[in-house]
């Protein structure tokens, strides 16, 4: 009967283990998904409660930099796509073709004085 207590304080024992190692895993993954959004600061702390070596927070901290320049290019190289393929002189000059344009001005003349 005691052999049986101890299967199943080493078995829980095991869970838990695996329990936390997989909630680590999953805040790792989840840290590195979003560090791209994230500060380092940011991700420094997020990754402290998980208690990782400074070898592995290193790593994770360039590789979310490497992303979130990655992210930036080419978030730049599509913008700059959409914007070459603009022709400013023709959405100009639909927008003239519908629209009135109404110029207002006042104008006041004031005397000067005489010093």
Known sequence: MADEDDKKDTKSDNEK??????D???KIFTAGVSA???TEESVRSYLSEVKLPK?????????AAKTKDEIALRVTNE??????????????SRF????????SAEVEVVKKDKN
């Open 79 to 92: 913008m700059l796509g959409i914007v070459r393929k603009i022709d400013f002189v023709q959405e100009i």
């Open 24 to 26: 680590a895993v999953k």
């Open 36 to 38: 791209a959004f994230m």
């Open 17 to 22: 283990e695996s329990l936390k190692l997989s």
């Open 55 to 63: 070898e592995i927070i290193g790593v994770l901290l360039q590789g």
């Open 96 to 103: 003239a073709e519908t629209h009135k344009f109404k110029i």
